[in-house]
């Protein structure tokens, strides 16, 4: 008794031991989760007709700070570095857009279609600080429209997908941002408009910082007095240039004509450097507003070119598992379940434990998913296991059915039971079967 009792006390992991902060293990009752979305992810890939595409975790830190930008909190502040014993400075990936682009041009992908759809799935490290939804290693999932012409048909496509995604987790409550950030003709002149503005205006401490290296993200500071001010700064969406209106102008007719509500915000930039013109956000009001942006991205024409490659217009977004994941259970979406296992196969005795191995290859073999608890001896404690799973026939086998090469089948929403020749074992389970699902 003794024993016993030491064995339920609680264990701990001794210190120094635990996970590093901010990176958590995806447990098997967390798996349903993931399992769904990235079910979701593959079956949008399918129907919009996305290829995978999968690049290292860990890539040269170079990649990032010349296509992200060191101004950027991820580049400046968040990446987690691995020196190679080379002396190559790594650095495991912080997001998942420029290693696609990189692969894009070292394998001249452009050459065998002028247009590519790209998806992923993986793991992205970035050192911020833990809240709801956001751990340092986190997962994605992205759709990427690289080459082609620059037409905002991809701009709605690619948050179509994502809208479509949201959807059909059942997340409700959704809001799509929208905005611009123009181009390389109108950028430069509208940050200049912005400087004059804000110029002798009283910043808080972080966008004193920003004024010198990111004015845009000025638009973004969530300070009091900050955004009192935003609201008399130029506004960009008059600021663009021809052609980024027409752009513009261009996504907002096919998100209508797609009937996928949006609201414009002047203020969305993004901190990224690569990003032109496009960008967008997904949110969710009410219940789980508070894990931040879903789903998000924007157009990077310029990101190709900057890492050494053509100008090739692409546009892409991304969205973070875990944050979707956190938004499911905040607004009770019912929790996935992994499907129940068919067959439950029940042993009474040694030999039929041990004649249970082959009966349960058997019907595996057979297609036919069937579980077990071989270690387990009593027959009750294996018919409860088999309730709780939820598996809807038991088969049944001990010392009598082994003398008469038989196997008891029994129904276990209706308890009916009847004993059948083994050698028919597979074809009664799924004559069975077939009736239940009927
Ligand atoms: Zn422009
Ligand atoms: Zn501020």
Not at 327 to 353: I, L, N, T, W, Y
């Amino acid at each position: 008794m003794k024993n016993k009792k030491s064995e339920k006390k609680k264990e701990n992991i001794k210190d120094g031991l635990r996970a590093p902060k901010g990176m958590h293990d995806i447990l098997p009752s967390e798996w349903p989760w993931y399992e769904k979305i990235y079910s979701v992810v593959n079956e949008l890939a399918d129907f919009y007709n996305f290829s995978r595409i999968e690049t290292p975790i860990l890539e040269r830190a170079e990649l990032f700070e010349r296509g992200v930008g060191t101004d950027t909190d991820i580049v400046g502040k968040e990446m987690y570095f691995v020196k190679g014993r080379n002396g190559d400075k790594l650095v495991l990936r912080p997001e998942m857009t420029a290693p696609v682009a990189r692969a894009y041009i070292e394998h001249h992908l452009g050459r065998s279609a002028s247009l590519q759809k790209f998806f992923y799935k993986g793991s992205a490290f970035r050192h911020e600080r833990p809240q709801l939804g956001r751990f340092r290693q986190f997962n994605q999932a992205g759709f990427e429209v690289i080459g082609g012409s620059n037409d905002p048909i991809y701009d709605a496509e690619v948050i179509l997908i994502f809208q479509r995604l949201l959807e059909k987790l059942k997340i409700k409550n959704i809001v799509l941002k929208v905005n611009s950030i123009g181009c390389k003709v109108c950028r430069p002149i509208y940050k200049k408009q912005l400087l004059s503005y804000y110029k002798d205006k009283k910043l808080c401490p972080d966008c004193q910082k920003r004024i010198k290296i990111n004015p845009l993200r000025l638009l973004d500071c969530k300070n009091e007095n900050c955004v009192k001010l935003k609201a008399s700064a130029p506004n960009f969406l008059d600021k663009l240039c021809a052609a980024c209106t027409s752009h513009l102008k261009g996504v907002f007719e096919y998100l209508d004509e797609l009937k996928i509500p949006y609201m414009v915000d002047n203020a969305l930039v993004r901190g990224l450097d690569y990003y032109s013109r496009t960008v967008f956000e997904f949110f969710t009001e009410g219940a789980g507003a508070d894990v931040g942006a879903l789903p998000a991205g924007g157009r990077y024409d310029y990101l190709i070119e900057m890492l050494g490659g053509r100008m090739t217009p692409a546009v892409g977004g991304a969205a973070g598992i875990e944050r979707l994941i956190a938004v499911m259970k905040a607004q009770d979406v019912e929790q996935p379940r992994r499907s129940a296992k068919k067959v439950f196969v029940m042993h009474v005795g040694e030999m039929a434990k041990k004649k249970s191995l082959n009966i349960l290859e058997k019907l595996r073999s057979a297609g036919i998913s069937a579980t077990e608890a071989l270690g387990r001896d009593s027959l009750k404690s294996q018919m409860r296991l088999a309730d709780r799973e939820g598996v809807k026939l038991a088969l049944i086998f001990g010392q009598k059915e082994i003398f008469e090469n038989s196997i008891i089948v029994r129904d276990l929403e209706t308890h009916l039971q009847e004993s059948v020749p083994m050698d028919t074992i597979v074809e009664e389970v799924k004559k069975r079967l077939a009736r239940k699902n009927k």
